[in-house]
């Protein structure tokens, strides 16, 4: 599976805009350190979304994120600096959000019951209904 592209930004790059913008990149699946972070976090908060919310973006920013296209002054690749990141709303909250919709599902999943699979569908070989055993009745 292939990472997953967030535009965070119009391209930032000085005479050689890159037309797809800046972009972070988020691994495919969350590692283990990451998902067992979201999982306390998902119990500890449960009772409160927004606290929840707030927790899980940082949360999957920092264990999800693995990269970016930025550029510098010279056209020169910026290196990925997951604290930098983090330290600009503009730039995390669309990583934030596409983390949370990304890796959420995956950390509830263990935790959802599974639902009962119906019986199929068709004739059954014998009958299922109770037996009835012959009934006395007392004479007086």
């Known amino acids: 599976m292939p990472d997953t592209e967030v535009r965070v930004r119009d391209c930032a790059c000085p005479d050689t805009p890159h037309e797809d913008g ?6 495919p699946a969350l590692g283990y350190k ?11 908060l449960s009772t409160d979304e927004d606290a929840l919310t707030e927790a899980w973006g940082e949360t999957f920013i920092r264990y999800g994120a693995i990269g970016w296209n930025f550029l510098d002054a010279e056209g020169e ?3 990925f600096d997951v604290e930098a990141l983090l330290a600009d709303y503009r730039i995390s909250r669309p ?3 596409r983390g949370i919709d990304l890796y959420g599902p995956e950390v509830i999943a263990p935790f959802v019951p599974k ?3 119906p019986s199929p569908t068709g004739q059954t070989g014998r009958t299922t209904s109770r037996r009835r055993s012959p009934s006395k009745t007392s004479v007086d």
Request: avoid cysteine; proline fraction near 8%.
């Open 22 to 27: 800046d972009v972070v990149y988020l691994a």
């Open 34 to 44: 990451g998902g067992l972070t979201a999982e306390r976090q998902l119990f500890a």
């Open 77 to 79: 690749p910026v290196p």
């Open 95 to 97: 990583v934030a959000s």
């Open 115 to 117: 639902s009962a699979k």
